[in-house]
């Protein structure tokens, strides 16, 4: 025969040998008489290995699984929370108990009495003598002292006497009906048990705090908690664990395994949620220690200086975070203040910048008017002469369609130039109705050499009848061209460059807009280039850029000329992909 560690399951003909301790609260010969079917179940179910039944109590339980030398437990869970605590343990299975109809809460606590004892409900115990079988017996003992911190009884200055007598259980029950106790705290259905196999007549004994739920045989003082636990140590290996874990779930309830260990069958781990609240009620087994008593006493003795010190002791601290909170608010104050100045600074200084900015723009307008208009004039000089050459040859017209690019574009130039001597005089551009898709296709004209030599997929989509808009198309212009050449910028180190612009002509920026229904323009932009890497208000600012050789003015004018059309510039990463999206908000009814 070998221990668990000369063999594995199904290791033929090595037999493993794992011991289980059951908790022997009925003797040892009774336990091994319940368990044994059980263990044979599970060597059967396991072959290669065999199960040994270990009948202890709970002293004897915790040693022995600290020195290894068992590998399973059965007991209540009240023992399985104090010995996880110390010991890495594997909750396998809840028992279901064959009576109460396969309950899983069948643990609990019955005062009984003898039935001509004067005694009639709880606070009529004080002062008696009682017997119970031990002080880590969660249906034998803690269950019934959970009961009384309840009812705001202390169930260490409560008693007159209390003795332990351990296992079995039968002894509690006689110490009553002999008279040699007032009382006896028994596990949950002790007596009907003891009167079932005629040790004991019910009519001798009165239960105390006397309850019985619904669907339940047995009659109760305290709450029910959940059934004994089939746990595992850390040392059993996983496919050892898990082959136990499911012969026991299969176990069916007409087994004689199942029948002879008094339960139905066993089902998936319950939450032991009631048993460690019992047991925080509790503080660890046996209610308040010997100091918390003593304070108790203490101020019961002193009651006027023990108010005066609970007094300093609360006000204390809150007067301490008082004096913290002031300090905290003196301090954001003062970073309030020192952030306020360095955001002013940072005004001025782009103040300044604008101001040089201007100046310079203003001479370059100026000085680029004049060649710009001479550009225009001899273009369109030079287009009233070929027509009046009146020759239809193929480069005829490739000259006349050159010409009217050049006269094109030097007008557009002009407009530009126009706006932006406009816009440093704080003037308004004219505004007159225009449709976005024209201006769109313009923009993307600009930019064709560039697409066709970066290899990017071009898409765009449009969605709802097109609308016209009040607006100033130079500036729209120089929004897109901006935008568009942002995007192409950010793609050029992209292996996939993919640009699409879509246009929904009726979408509706906030749900207040849709309950109007008042329908805006939509213009979106998304590329697959490096995303934004900025945060978007500081890239908003003027002077504020990420390229090499920007100058940061691109989007603040893209700012301004959306903010006189009185429209949303919305900047942000894509989420389906790296790249970035943007999207303009246009309305068509300026207020």
């Not at 636990?229 to 299969?250: C, E, G, K, M, N």
Request: charged fraction near 20%; hydrophobic fraction near 40%.
């Amino acid at each position: 025969m070998h221990s668990i560690a000369d063999g594995e399951m199904g290791d033929d003909p090595i037999e493993a040998v794992f011991r289980v301790a059951v908790l022997a609260n009925h003797g040892v010969t009774e336990a091994k008489q319940r368990w044994q079917p059980m263990m044979d179940y599970l060597s059967q179910r396991l072959p290669g290995n065999r199960f040994e039944v270990v009948p202890l109590n709970f002293t004897q339980m915790d040693q022995q699984l600290l020195d290894h030398r068992i590998q399973f437990i059965v007991t209540n869970p009240g023992q399985y929370l104090s010995l996880s605590n110390e010991l890495p343990l594997s909750w396998l299975a809840t028992m279901r108990s064959r009576k109460h109809n396969g309950a899983t809460y069948a643990i609990g606590s019955t005062i009984i009495v003898r039935a001509d004892s004067p005694i009639q409900t709880l606070n009529d115990m004080r002062g008696v003598s009682i017997v119970a079988s031990d002080p880590q017996a969660l249906g034998g003992y803690q269950a019934a002292v959970g009961l009384l911190n309840k009812r705001g009884i202390e169930a260490s200055s409560f008693f007159g006497d209390i003795h332990f007598l351990g296992f079995p259980l039968e002894p509690l029950v006689y110490q009553v009906r002999d008279g040699s106790v007032d009382a006896a705290i028994t596990p949950y259905c002790t007596l009907e048990e003891m009167v079932d196999g005629g040790l004991v007549k019910r009519e001798d004994f009165r239960v105390i705090n006397r309850q019985r739920p619904e669907g339940y045989d047995c009659d109760a003082s305290t709450p029910l908690y959940p059934n004994w636990s089939f746990a595992a140590s850390d040392l059993v290996p996983s496919p050892i664990t898990q082959a136990v874990t499911q012969a026991l779930f299969d176990l069916p309830a007409d087994a004689d395994a199942a029948i002879r260990a008094d339960l139905m069958g066993w089902t998936a781990p319950v939450s032991q949620l009631a048993v460690i609240k019992l047991y925080n009620e509790l503080q660890l087994h046996g209610g308040p220690p010997p100091l918390y008593d003593a304070a108790r006493k203490w101020f019961r003795l002193h009651r006027e200086p023990a108010i005066i010190l609970l007094c300093i002791f609360f006000l204390a601290p809150l007067y301490h975070l008082w004096l913290e909170y002031k300090i905290r608010q003196k301090n954001e104050f003062l970073m309030a203040t020192e952030r306020q100045l360095k955001d002013k600074e940072l005004q001025l200084e782009r103040m300044q910048s604008a101001a040089i900015v201007g100046e310079i723009g203003a001479g370059l307008a100026h000085e680029l008017n004049q060649p710009i208009a001479a550009i225009t004039q001899y273009s369109e000089g030079a287009l009233m002469a070929l027509e009046k050459l009146d020759q239809q040859d193929l480069q005829h017209q490739q000259l006349q369609e050159v010409l009217t690019k050049i006269y094109n574009q030097s007008m557009r130039a002009g407009s530009v130039v126009h706006r932006i001597r406009g816009l440093l005089r704080r003037r308004r551009s004219g505004n007159s109705p225009l449709f976005i898709l024209p201006l769109l296709q313009e923009s993307l004209a600009l930019f064709q050499r560039t697409i066709e030599q970066q290899q990017v997929a071009l898409q765009l989509r449009q969605q709802g009848q097109e609308q016209a808009l009040l607006g100033d198309s130079v500036g729209l212009s120089q929004v897109l061209v901006n935008l568009i050449k942002n995007a192409i910028d950010a793609m050029e180190t992209s292996t996939e460059k993919q640009l699409l612009i879509r246009i929904d002509y009726q979408a509706f920026p906030s749900e207040r807009e849709m309950q109007l229904q008042q329908p805006w323009l939509l213009l979106e932009i998304r590329d697959s280039g490096t995303g934004l890497t900025a945060p978007i208000n500081q890239l908003m600012e003027s002077f504020a850029t990420t390229k090499e050789h920007g100058l940061g003015l691109g989007l603040a004018i893209c700012r301004e000329v959306m903010t006189e059309h009185q429209g949303l510039l919305q900047l942000e990463n894509r989420l389906d992909r790296q790249g970035c999206r943007v999207r303009l908000w246009l309305p068509y009814q300026r207020n």
